[in-house]
Structure formats: structure tokens, C-alpha cells
């Protein structure tokens, strides 16, 4: 392994420790409890996986803290297509709308998993972002993680074909690292690469063909993951 390659792989796993972000869930629990003026104005919500978090009108009205679990953002155009322009983890702070920031739209977020998050008015947004820094913080922090997924998908759709992104997704998608892919459609997997579930649904046939997946009922086992990452251009060192 040469210095460059070893020096990109550390920075990326610390960019991807940073993107996890698992403190600020933590320091912002810790703020409520003890300052009652914080808490105030916060209100908890639970909401069950696939469910909208946030219309585009909520976004606009009100700040979002997620606390624990994912959340998409979703851009949909005129004729109904969804896509996946980013995936947010704890720590994340969105609806800047809040704020008086222009929102897109046409985007909202949905519940990737079963997320917990608090909600702030529009009313008391900015004096508490002025008020308590970690919010600010927060903020930036999750722009700059929106911006590299925004700017890796577009990475990806000018140098990689779909093959190569649906087996670098289905890699992404192992989170436990047991090769099960559980609860996750053909659809949203064509949300999350900008295509048709058709032309997902016919890769992943020719990926079963070739006895890289076993596919079923919104699941899938992965059983060749090396050739997986072959495909999806992933060389460890």
C-alpha cells in the first residue's frame, strides 16, 4: 500500500466516523434535561419505517433534530419519480426552511428506519440557533454530509453504470456484515440510484443468475460478496 492510498482510506474512514456523528444525539438529550428553557420549545415525535417524516410545507415551517434511526430525503418530479438525494443519521438537523433558507418543493423526508426527533417551531428556530451553538453546529455539520452524498451520486452517475452502483448499494445495504438485505423493495433501491425499478429488478435477476444474490420478498441474500465488490469496483489493501 503506497502513502497516497493509505492516507485516502484513513481520511475516509474518519470522514465516515465524523458522518455518524454519534455525540451530538447524546449532548443535545443532556441539554434538555438540564436547561428546562431548551426543552420548552422541543417536541418528540416517533415515526415508524416508510412513513413521511416531513412534507415540503413541514420543512418550511419547522426544524427537525433526528435523534436516533435514518431518514431520506426525497426529491420527486412532475411525473411522480422519486430520488434519493441524501440519507440522514443521528445528529442530523434539516428544515431549514425554518430558518428562512429556500427549500426545494418538491422534497420531503421519509422514515428509512423507526426514527425519533424532535421539532422546533419556526417561531423559536432561529433565536434557539442563536441561543444554543449546537444547533448551528449541527446544521453545518449536516450540510457538509448532504453535499458529499450529493457529490458522490453524481460521481457515480458519470463513471459508473448501474450494475456497478446497484452492487456497490447492495454492499452499503449489509449493515450487520450477515449478507441479509431485509425490508428494503426493488423500488427503494431504484429511489436510491435515480432509476426504474423495472431496470433494478432486471439486474438483480442477472446478479441471482449468476449466484451472486438469492432473491425474495423484499429481501435479499448476498452469497458472492467478493464478486460483488469486484463488480462495484471496491479493492481492499
Do not use: C
Not at 422541543?42 to 427537525?64: D, H, I, Q, S, W
Not at 423526508?109 to 434557539?128: F, G, H, Y
Not at 426504474?196 to 449468476?210: G, P, W
Amino acid at each position: 500500500m503506497n502513502y497516497n492510498t493509505d492516507r485516502y482510506n484513513t481520511l475516509e474512514n474518519k470522514a465516515r466516523a465524523e458522518q455518524r456523528n454519534p455525540n451530538l444525539p447524546q449532548m443535545l438529550m443532556a441539554l434538555w434535561k438540564e436547561d428546562p428553557a431548551f426543552g420548552k420549545h422541543v417536541n418528540m415525535r416517533k415515526v415508524g419505517k416508510g412513513k413521511v417524516v416531513a412534507t415540503p410545507e413541514e420543512m418550511a415551517r419547522k426544524l427537525f433534530v433526528l435523534m436516533s434511526g435514518e431518514v431520506h430525503l426525497v426529491y420527486t418530479n412532475n411525473e411522480g419519480r422519486r430520488l434519493v438525494i441524501a440519507t440522514l443519521e443521528p445528529g442530523a438537523i434539516f428544515g431549514e426552511g425554518a430558518l428562512d433558507t429556500p427549500v426545494a418543493p418538491n422534497t420531503f423526508a421519509e422514515a428509512a428506519t423507526d426514527v425519533t426527533l424532535w421539532t422546533i417551531p419556526a417561531s423559536q428556530a432561529r433565536n434557539m440557533t442563536m441561543q444554543y451553538p449546537i444547533l448551528g453546529w449541527g446544521l453545518l455539520q449536516t450540510y457538509g454530509r448532504r453535499l458529499i452524498q450529493v457529490e458522490n451520486s453524481l460521481e457515480d452517475v458519470a463513471y459508473k453504470k448501474l450494475p456497478e452502483r446497484l452492487a456497490a448499494l447492495l454492499l452499503e445495504l449489509d449493515k450487520k456484515g450477515d449478507g441479509l438485505i431485509q425490508g428494503v423493495s426493488h423500488q427503494a433501491l431504484a429511489d436510491r440510484l435515480g432509476t426504474y425499478r423495472e431496470t433494478v429488478s432486471a439486474i438483480l435477476r442477472d446478479f441471482k443468475r449468476r449466484g451472486l444474490v438469492k432473491l425474495g420478498y423484499r429481501r435479499i441474500e448476498i452469497l458472492d460478496e467478493e464478486a460483488l465488490k469486484e463488480i462495484a469496483g471496491i479493492w481492499e489493501w
